[in-house]
Each structure stands twice: as structure tokens, then as C-alpha cells.
Nanobody
């Protein structure tokens, strides 16, 4: 069964840090552009960050630049999202996604993906 499994979410105080991980099961992540999105109730899923198949290029939404870092370890079939200086507005369900490397980054940022994880809740208290 092909799936992406996220972990690492939880409750943290504002200013704190969390590290999310996404592991591919039955899926070789090294051939995909990987990304993270987040969603809050009543809102559309929002692009957070993406990283190309070899880790050579990263993309971030403006609101997380300087605070959040995406990385990957293809040997471990894992993508990580290190989140520092967290703010209450970062509270959301965070989703990992895998998109064909042939897709443009604009398409990926628009939420077009080949696989999605089930999500992990991040809650930042003020």
C-alpha cells in the first residue's frame, strides 16, 4: 500500500519548535518533489514549503521564511519540516505531499500532488 505518514505534531507554546517528519511507505520519495501544506477549519489548504527531488532547491511561503526549514533524506525516504519561532497562526493540520518532479513548482504550490499524507495536528498556544 502506497502512503505518506506524517509524525511530530503536537502542542507547543508560542516561540517554541516542532519537527515534522514524513515517511514514504511503498513509495520511493527520491523521485518526487516533496512539499508541506497546512489547513485550518473553514479554509483552503495552504502551501508551506517544498523541496526538489535532490534537495537542491527549496520554496517557502512568505509567512514562514526564516522560521521553517524543509529538508529531505532520500536514503531514509523521509522529508522533514523544522519549525522554529512558532506563532499561534501556525496552528493547523499539516500535510505532506509528493508530486512528480515533472510538475512545475507553481502547480505544486497550487496543491496539485500525486500523493497526500493523512495530516498531523500542530497547535501553538499564545
Amino acid at each position: 500500500q502506497v502512503q505518506l505518514v506524517e509524525s511530530g505534531g503536537g502542542l507547543v507554546q508560542a516561540g517554541g519548535s516542532l519537527r515534522l517528519s514524513c515517511v514514504g511507505s511503498g513509495l520511493r520519495l527520491s523521485i518526487y518533489t516533496m512539499g508541506w501544506f497546512r489547513q485550518t477549519p473553514g479554509k483552503e489548504r495552504e502551501f508551506v514549503a517544498a523541496i526538489t527531488w535532490n534537495g537542491g532547491t527549496t520554496y517557502y511561503t512568505d509567512s514562514v521564511k526564516g522560521r521553517i526549514t524543509i529538508s529531505r533524506d532520500n536514503a531514509k525516504n523521509t522529508v522533514n519540516l523544522q519549525m522554529n519561532s512558532l506563532k499561534p497562526e501556525d496552528t493547523a493540520v499539516y500535510y505532506c505531499e509528493a508530486a512528480s518532479s515533472r510538475r512545475s513548482i507553481s502547480t505544486i504550490q497550487a496543491g496539485v500532488a500525486d500523493y497526500w499524507g493523512q495530516g498531523t495536528q500542530v497547535t501553538v498556544s499564545s
